[in-house]
């Protein structure tokens, strides 16, 4: 699957968005191995902490229906009135990285931030999350 496709998924997550709190609406579009994708949004509670992110929606779909093997995945995100033409970059936060750390290579896995379907930047997960902790530090 080309790069722009993914983003284009992302940003149909995107729509699901559930954020009445912060107005900040993420779309993430996981792929796995064999082509699958996975979409998730970000999910807000006025308790704040039981919020889930997109990327963790996406991850959480695809484990709970048994997939292990992920290449890449695209991040889209802006309040909720930005008109397109005018998203930034945004990474995905700390957790959702060590989320993808438990289960992705960390030099073969891309994370695509990306503006729009033509302006993106890939980052392999490990310039992401340098010195990450995964289950290995745990043997």
Not at 43 to 58: G, K, L, Q, V
Not at 101 to 112: Q, S, T
């Amino acid at each position: 699957m080309k790069y722009n496709e993914l983003i284009k998924e992302a940003f149909i997550a995107r729509k699901s968005s559930y954020a009445p709190f912060s107005h900040f609406h993420v779309g993430a579009a996981l792929l796995t191995a064999d082509g699958k994708v996975y979409r998730g949004c970000n999910i807000e509670s006025a308790a704040h902490t039981p919020s889930c992110c997109a990327e963790r929606t996406a991850f959480f779909k695809a484990i709970s229906s048994n997939e292990r093997d992920f290449k890449a995945i695209a991040i889209v995100a802006a309040a909720a009135d930005t008109p397109q033409d005018q998203y930034e970059y945004c990474a995905p936060c700390g957790v959702c990285r060590q989320v993808m750390a438990e289960f992705c290579d960390l030099d073969e896995f891309e994370v695509i931030l990306a503006k729009n379907e033509e302006e993106y930047k890939v980052y392999s997960l490990n310039e992401l999350l340098p010195l990450s902790f995964t289950g290995k530090d745990l043997e």
